[in-house]
């Protein structure tokens, strides 16, 4: 089945270490995200890469690096950096080529804790 | 900048109820219009979009209209299940496939 999955599916941190989030597809899409989703609020884009060895900040990248060394996978490093990172991260994947009209698919989520 | 404004939840319908939950839009240009919903602990999956102007986008009995004179793409449901409840958000497409997401309305519906 194709799809995006993203793992561990729940992670606890000390603070002051960095902690690496993985997500990968299957669908050949292009186009791959992060966001992050803090309790009643709605999705935050962190970083996005539209091709292999690139990528570009998002809303909130501050505290967050990625890499994009192969198309199907995304990896999100939240480092010491980030004040505040306990949150829900969610990774998505779209064409590139689609004009903005199809949809972005969606992982099923990772969410960090930090203790 | 493009946004997304949804009306604050939570939603509590009863079984069998009908379901709006309002969703307006700024943005530049014509973008796609989008609802998703997210289950509990879960990631978001697409429940229906819009591309053009009064577009209609269904799936599952949901319903939403592509109204570019209000900037709205409101989603509406005859009569809601229990199975319904979970959030749903409103988005659109913003510059370089990127989507701008509303805040969220989480629906409970009660037997």
């Known amino acids: 089945d194709g799809g995006i999955t993203q793992s561990p599916k729940y992670l606890f941190r000390k603070e002051g270490q960095n902690v690496t989030l993985s997500c990968e597809q299957n669908?050949?899409?292009?186009?791959m995200y992060w966001y992050r989703q803090d309790p009643g609020q709605g999705l935050r884009l962190i970083y996005y890469?539209?091709?292999?060895?690139?990528?570009q900040k998002g809303d909130i990248a501050e505290g967050y690096s990625v890499s994009r060394e192969k198309k199907e996978s995304f990896p999100l490093t939240v480092t010491s950096a980030q004040k505040n990172p306990t949150a829900f991260y969610l990774c998505?994947?779209?064409?590139?080529?689609?004009?903005?009209?199809?949809?972005?698919?969606f992982g099923p989520g990772t969410r960090l804790t930090v203790l | 900048g493009d946004s997304v404004t949804q009306m604050e939840g939570p939603v509590t319908l009863s079984e069998e109820a009908f379901l709006t939950i309002n969703c307006t839009y700024t943005?530049?240009?014509?973008?796609?219009l989008f609802w998703y919903v997210q289950y509990p602990g879960e990631g978001l999956q697409l429940l229906l979009k819009a591309t053009k102007a009064d577009d209609k986008g269904s799936n599952k009995g949901f319903e939403a209209t592509y109204r570019k004179e209000t900037t709205s793409f409101h989603l509406e449901k005859g009569s809601v299940q229990v199975s319904d409840s979970a959030v749903y958000f409103c988005?659109?497409?913003?510059?370089?496939?990127?989507?701008?997401f509303g805040a969220g309305t989480r629906l409970a519906v009660h037997p």
């Open positions: 998505a994947s779209i064409p590139y080529s689609t004009g903005g009209l199809n949809e972005q698919f």
């Open positions: 988005a659109l497409s913003g510059g370089y496939n990127k989507l701008i």
């Open positions: 943005a530049t240009g014509y973008p796609s």
């Open positions: 890469s539209h091709i292999v060895n690139d990528f």
């Open positions: 669908l050949n899409h292009d186009a």
